[in-house]
C-alpha cells in the first residue's frame, strides 16, 4: 500500500485506513510510539503489561500444545 503524508496545520500527517486500525485494534485514542530505526519510521501502539503478559502467556500455551506439529512444519 503506497501512502503519502497530507498537510494538517503546519504539520504532516499520515492517514491510516480504517481495515488496517481495525485490524490492528487501534483507535484515536490508542497511544502510539514513533521511533526510527535510522532507515525506517516504526510506528507501535503502547499496550499495556498486563495484556503483553496475556498475549505471552497464550503464546507459550500454543507453543507447548503444538510443538510436535511446529518441528514438522519447521522441516
Request: no cysteine.
Amino acid at each position: 500500500m503506497l501512502k503519502f503524508l497530507t498537510t494538517h496545520g503546519n504539520s504532516a500527517a499520515l492517514v491510516i485506513d480504517k481495515p488496517i486500525l481495525e485490524l490492528l485494534n487501534l483507535d484515536a485514542k490508542t497511544p502510539l510510539e514513533i521511533s526510527t530505526d535510522g532507515g525506517n519510521l516504526v510506528i507501535s501502539p503502547i499496550r499495556d503489561a498486563s495484556r503483553e503478559k496475556k498475549f505471552r502467556a497464550a503464546l507459550e500455551k500454543v507453543a507447548a500444545k503444538h510443538a510436535k506439529t511446529f518441528a514438522k512444519l519447521a522441516k
